[in-house]
């Protein structure tokens, strides 16, 4: 089985470039599916995640042809049919993201209903209430969801959670439906500021993006759009606290730091040293780090998608920290981990308590979702000893080349079959 092999300790130092965002790729992606016309996209990360949402809409019909290395063109003329293959929904939960545009687009649609993963249960039901809201009529039956509607009415419509994922579904089926939708309480996140500006390219109405209150003024139709997809602050702060956990000098291309001001403050509060110079943002560090608190929240808070790195940070800092998940139930899976490689962490309802130790110790581990499988590697470059992670499919989905960015800072780590 294929797994990263780490030998610690690395100090990581030099340059790398931040690729193109996930979670701004994946409902840019869904978008394009609003239009016949051929849409063009740029900065697209190569990532497992990517491969599969155009596997989606390709099934669906688009026409979906790479150009160049990171460029794609869409063009979603006819389409057919208005289910996505079970196949692709099972395996990445983005893909209900295509129930607002084909809704939107076709009147119609079947999508199977999303397991949750290891992070939590993930519902969809704030995704269904928009739908409900817009005019379309709801059917959950045989772990599908079937949603119908001649042409959708605007309304307003109120999300209990800022929900990521349901504020993009409502705002991609609003761009096409009859008169003025207002998401009160919608998420904020720079992914979803990305989408409503490449909506808006396509032709849409929608102002408010990256507020609590977003307004969309639907449109008969809209047109093919070229759009450059902003560069990925989870993958960036990755990098950060990989930077600063390994006593590196580290600097970061293609990052847009007003996104990462959480992570940056977090950082700085640990004893890094970040400044923002030539475009990019500079990383440094001397070990041992300080003990940090930190609460996940919406954005503009501490982003979900960054606490398992920075927990890994934290297992060797000066001091007890608490680290607080507000967003997902059951996003600690890497503390069982990183314990297997000496960390001290004990988990109190939604606090993980991280006592610093001096050392961790390389160990053979399991990257049981993404961002824990990034964990994992920051923690492998932090210990004495081989760590070997397997499950790294995981890793793959959200991370481009993880290893050869790695390499090129200076880490022994490399992909190996074990
Ligand atoms: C592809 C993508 O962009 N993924 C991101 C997106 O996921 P995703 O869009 O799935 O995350 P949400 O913001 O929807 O979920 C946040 C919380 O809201 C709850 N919830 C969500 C929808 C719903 O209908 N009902 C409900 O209760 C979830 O269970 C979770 O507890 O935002 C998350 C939170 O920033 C990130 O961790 C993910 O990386
Ligand atoms: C949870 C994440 O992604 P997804 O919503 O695609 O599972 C993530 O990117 O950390």
Redesign the pocket.
């Known amino acids: 089985m294929e797994a990263i092999v780490i030998k610690g300790h690395s100090r990581l130092e030099g340059r790398v470039a931040i690729s193109g965002a996930?979670?701004a790729v994946?409902p840019i992606i869904a978008a394009c599916l609003l239009t016949g016309d051929e849409c063009y996209l740029e900065d697209i990360p190569r990532l497992a995640?990517v491969d599969t949402m155009c596997g989606v809409i390709g099934e669906m019909g688009a026409e979906v042809y790479p150009d160049g290395v990171r460029c794609l063109r869409v063009a979603a003329g006819s389409l057919q049919g208005v289910e996505p293959p079970y196949e692709f929904v099972r395996r990445?939960?983005?893909s209900f993201l295509v129930m607002g545009p084909l809704l939107a687009r076709l009147g119609r649609v079947r999508v199977s209903l999303p397991g949750g993963?290891a992070?939590g249960a993930r519902p969809i039901d704030l995704h269904l209430k928009g739908m409900a809201a817009l005019g379309a009529s709801i059917h959950v039956n045989n772990g599908n969801v079937e949603a119908e509607a001649r042409r959708l009415k605007g309304a307003p419509v109120y999300l209990d959670f800022p929900s990521v994922g349901a504020t993009e579904n409502i705002m991609m089926a609003a761009a096409l439906a009859e008169g003025t939708t207002t998401i009160e309480n919608a998420a904020g996140e720079p992914e979803i500021v990305d989408l409503a500006n490449f909506i808006n390219a396509m032709g849409g109405r929608v102002s408010g993006a990256g507020t609590r209150v977003i307004k969309i003024e639907g449109v008969r139709e809209l047109h093919g759009a070229r759009h450059a997809v902003i560069p990925d602050r989870?993958e960036a702060g990755t990098f950060m606290i990989a930077a600063a956990a390994t006593g590196g000098d580290v600097f970061l291309e293609n990052v847009i730091s007003t996104h990462l001001k959480a992570v940056m403050a977090k950082l700085a509060e640990a004893g890094a040293e970040l400044s923002e110079e030539d475009g990019g943002i500079r990383v440094r560090a001397e070990l041992p780090l300080k003990a940090v608190d930190i609460k996940t929240m919406p954005y503009p808070g501490f982003p979900t998608?960054m606490q398992a790195q920075f927990m890994a940070l934290l297992t060797t800092a000066r001091g007890s920290s608490v680290v607080t998940e507000t967003v997902f139930e059951n996003r600690f899976m890497h503390v069982n981990e990183l314990k297997r490689m000496g960390a001290s962490i004990v988990i109190e309802g939604h606090c993980a308590v991280v006592k610093g130790k001096k050392r961790l110790t390389g160990a053979p581990v399991k990257a049981t979702?993404?961002?824990a499988g990034a964990a994992l590697v920051i923690a492998g470059l932090m210990a004495e000893g081989e760590t070997v992670i397997s499950c790294v499919h995981h890793i793959d989905?959200?991370y481009e080349d993880l290893v050869g960015k790695l390499q090129a800072l200076g880490a022994k780590i490399s992909r190996e079959e074990r």
């Open positions: 996930k979670n994946l995640d990445m939960r983005a993963c992070i989870v998608d979702d993404l961002r989905r959200g």
